[in-house]
Structures are given as structure tokens and as C-alpha cells.
């Protein structure tokens, strides 16, 4: 498929945004936690600090997504990114303050303000994409996250050699200043959106009808797992590697494990679920990895192994790897969750659902570095990991009976998978926005469903929990409704 003019220009701004925004979210991991020691900080307060940032973006997220039609996508975005560019280089002069209180207190302040400008940015990217490339939204959403793992990877390194060569300011100042220059050119060359994005009439519905659709509410779940996860080894990788005696910049590199291997697979998953494979299945999949990866870096108390550098290398590829397959197979499937289940296929609904999604990852941010710098005080790290392995056994658990559901539904009703392509619902103007390309045609389904009533009966009773994947044909995308 060949993009548009504003297609490119909207890649181009989002790609250079997503990556500078990583470098200076992930560029204080190696060395921060060692900063507030040194004044006096615990692993339960700089957890927290950690933290508050997620905490801020899962109050905050939701808001905007309900109110992003009224705003505007392109002054969110703006907005967001000169916010978190300029509380990143405060961020970078803390080191000035000698009270342990009061450093903790301004690292609070500044964090939620800057959590603030990134969940406004997030929101408003999410809704773009999923507004520009319908038919692409995994694809998309995958390529810029590979944007956003270069960035987890140069943020740390940098950020490492920067405290090295500097000291703790320098690498705020200097990837803060990076961050304002692509907040410049993103206000210069992102397509306006203000025509398409306000004043929407129709009522998309509320957050909390959104997420009482099973299939979202199960997805939101997945989401909250796999970011407490990455917010787990953020407050407490460094304090565990310690005693493997890894200077700054060595440590920084270990962080860029993680992102490496995430934007090195995030573009295969995100096309997958586009096109192959049922999301679903992804997403067990990336449990059971998730899973395998902090069950060796505990190690876990069951294996009798010590720590070793080789190990935690091992478990932090493995940890990149499931972490990209559970987010990018959730995103592909909650806007297209939504519009199956009666929303609108409107910017307020992509705000709606890109706000759940924000806001989901972060509440699992903040529940990942705060609960764990509590758990690493009191338990250790080894029985610390126990439990982002046991979130996603339930993960894939869950995941599991709802594909065994689905699976008694279609037994139910025939025994059949129900194309939307070749169902009756294209006589329905609120399902016909699903099936690009089809607008007028209504196949026959002669002999494989019996009337259009007991079709449509069959394809709503089963769509309130649906999983689906798609395939593409030689003339259009068709999905299948399980």
C-alpha cells in the first residue's frame, strides 16, 4: 500500500518524536537510583519516583482521550512534547539539593509535571495512527516503537557516558535540549488535524463502557502486566547487577537490551497480527517468554544457578522480546475491538481507546517500580521476580479460556469461522465500516448460514467477546470474527 503525502510527513514527525522522547524517559535508569542513595534515598522512595510518573499518566490519560476531539490531536502532541523536553533538563539540576526530602520532593514534582506533557503526547500519537493507517494500525504502531527501542537503547548508553564524562546534569541538559529541537520540528511539519478532530457530534461512548467489553478489558490486563514488568527491572536491575561490579556506562548497555530486542521484533508482531496471525496467540506467547525471562534473572529461589552477567544477558533478550509481542498485539486489537462492538470509527474513539491504552501501561508502570523497590527492601529480587512471573501466568491463563470460549461459540453456532466479507452484517451501516472497500456488496452465504436474521443473531452473540485476525486478499483486507 502506498502512502499518502501526510502519511509520510506523520511517520517522519513521530518517528523522530518517539525516539527522542525514549532517550530522555530511559536515560536516568543507570544512574539515578545511585544519585538518591548518595543523598540518603531508599529503593522504596526512588521507586516511587519512578513511579509517580505512571501514576500521573494513568489519572491523566483517560482525560485526555475523552476531551482529544475538543483539543485537537495536533496541539496535544505539540503541547506534550515541549512540556516533557522542558522538565527534563529541571530534572537534570536535582543533584543541587543536598536534603534527602527535599530532593525526593522536587524529583516528585517534576516527574508528575513531565508525565503530564508525556501522557498528552502518547494520547495524541495513538489516535493519529490509528486515524492515518486504518487498515495499518500494527504495522504502524509497531515500525514506531522500533523508533522508541533505538531510543531505549541510546538513552541509557548516552545517558551513562554523559554522567561519566559530566557529571548528573549533563545528560539531562543535553537530550532535553534534543528533545525541544524535535519538538520544534514536529510543530513546523505535522499535518493539522483541527477539521477532522473537533467538535465531533457523535457520542463515542464513555471510558467505562469502553473497557466493559470483555475482549478490552482482557487486553487492558495483558497491558498492565507486561508494563509492570519493564517498570520492575527499571527500580531495581541497577541495585541487582551491583554487586556484578559494571561501571555506569556497562550498566547502561544491559538497559539497551531490553529496547534492542524489543525494536528489533516489534515490526514482525505488529504485522503478524495485522495480517497472519490471531493477536490472541501472540499474546500468549509473549507471556510465556515474559515469563521464562524473569524466572533467569532472578534467578528464581527454585533454580539453583547464581547470578551471572551471561544469565541476566540471556534473560533480558528474552524479556524485550515477549514484552514487544503483548503490546503491540493489545494495540492492534483494542481499536478494532471497539469499533466491532458499536463505537463509532471517529478520532473520539481513537482517543477513547489510545487513553485506555495509555493510561492501562501506566498504571502497570507505576504499580512495576513501586511495588518493587517495596518488595527488593523487604524480599530480595529473586522472590521479587516471583511475581511479574505469576501476573503473567495469569495472563496467558486468561488468554487461553477466553481462545477456549470462543472456540465453544463457533461450535455452537456451526462450526464455522463468520466472515464479515461474507456475512450479512454489510447490510448493517454500523458493521459496514469494518469491511474496507465493501460498501454496497453483500455476498451470498447461501448454504453456509441458514437467514440473515439468524446471521446476525450468530455474529452479534458472539462479537461482545470476539478475537479475530486478519488476512489479506487480492483486492481487499478481511476479518474474521471468532
Not at 465500516?433 to 455474529?459: D, F, V, W, Y
Amino acid at each position: 500500500m502506498a502512502y499518502t503525502r501526510q502519511q509520510w510527513l506523520t511517520l517522519i514527525v513521530f518517528a523522530i518524536a518517539d525516539f527522542c522522547s525514549a532517550v530522555c524517559v530511559s536515560l536516568q535508569a543507570p544512574f539515578y537510583p545511585m544519585m538518591a542513595e548518595s543523598k540518603g534515598a531508599t529503593p522504596t522512595q526512588y521507586g516511587f519516583v519512578f513511579g509517580i510518573f505512571e501514576l500521573t499518566v494513568f489519572i491523566v490519560s483517560p482525560i485526555y482521550g475523552n476531551y482529544l476531539y475538543k483539543i485537537g490531536p495536533k496541539f496535544m502532541f505539540n503541547a506534550g512534547i515541549f512540556t516533557t523536553a522542558t522538565t527534563c533538563i529541571l530534572f537534570g539540576f536535582l543533584d543541587r539539593i543536598q536534603n534527602c526530602n527535599a530532593f525526593i520532593g522536587f524529583s516528585f514534582a517534576i516527574r508528575i509535571v513531565e508525565a503530564m506533557g508525556n501522557s498528552g503526547f502518547l494520547t495524541a500519537s495513538f489516535s493519529i495512527i490509528a486515524k492515518e493507517f486504518p487498515q495499518n494500525v500494527g504495522a504502524t504502531f509497531a515500525c514506531l516503537e522500533t523508533c522508541f527501542g533505538l531510543g531505549m537503547i541510546v538513552g541509557p548508553t548516552l545517558g551513562g557516558a554523559l554522567f561519566e564524562l559530566g557529571g548528573y546534569t549533563l545528560p539531562f541538559v543535553v537530550l532535553g535540549c534534543m528533545l525541544l529541537g524535535a519538538a520544534s520540528f514536529t510543530y513546523c511539519i505535522l499535518p493539522s488535524y483541527s477539521n477532522e478532530s473537533k467538535g465531533e457530534p457523535e457520542n463515542s461512548g464513555s471510558m467505562l463502557e469502553l473497557v466493559k467489553i470483555p475482549a478490552i478489558a482482557l487486553a487492558a490486563y495483558a497491558i498492565m502486566a507486561s508494563s509492570v514488568s519493564i517498570g520492575f527491572l527499571q527500580a531495581t536491575l541497577e541495585p541487582h547487577l551491583r554487586p556484578l561490579g559494571l561501571s555506569p556506562f556497562q550498566l547502561g548497555l544491559m538497559f539497551v537490551l531490553n529496547g534492542a530486542t524489543y525494536g528489533l521484533f516489534a515490526p514482525l508482531w505488529g504485522f503478524l497480527c495485522d495480517k497472519l496471525v490471531n493477536p490472541r496467540l501472540v499474546v500468549i506467547f509473549g507471556a510465556f517468554v515474559v515469563m521464562t525471562s524473569f524466572i533467569l534473572i532472578g534467578p528464581a529461589p527454585f533454580l539453583p544457578i547464581p547470578t551471572t552477567l551471561p544469565l541476566c544477558i540471556v534473560a533480558l533478550v528474552l524479556h524485550g522480546t515477549g514484552f514487544g509481542a503483548e503490546l503491540v498485539a493489545t494495540f492492534t486489537s483494542a481499536h478494532r475491538d471497539a469499533v466491532t462492538n458499536g463505537f463509532p470509527d471517529d478520532i473520539q474513539t481513537y482517543g477513547l481507546v489510545s487513553g485506555m491504552w495509555t493510561s492501562t501501561f501506566a498504571l502497570g508502570a507505576f504499580i512495576g517500580p513501586s511495588v518493587a523497590g517495596a518488595l527488593f527492601d523487604l524480599v530480595g529480587f529473586a522472590w521479587a521476580s516471583v511475581c511479574v512471573v505469576v501476573l503473567h501466568v495469569l495472563v496467558a491463563v486468561l488468554f487461553m479460556l477466553n481462545m477456549c470460549c470462543t472456540s465453544r461459540r463457533r461450535q455452537d453456532s456451526g462450526g464455522i469461522y463468520t466472515k464479515i466479507h461474507h456475512s450479512l452484517a454489510q447490510g448493517d451501516t454500523e458493521k459496514a465500516g469494518l469491511i474496507p472497500g465493501a460498501a454496497g456488496l453483500i455476498p451470498s452465504a447461501a448454504g453456509l448460514i441458514p437467514s440473515a436474521a439468524e446471521n446476525k443473531t450468530a455474529l452479534l452473540r458472539s462479537i461482545s467477546d470476539s478475537s479475530y485476525f486478519s488476512a489479506t486478499s487480492d483486492s481487499s483486507e478481511e476479518y474474521y470474527v471468532y
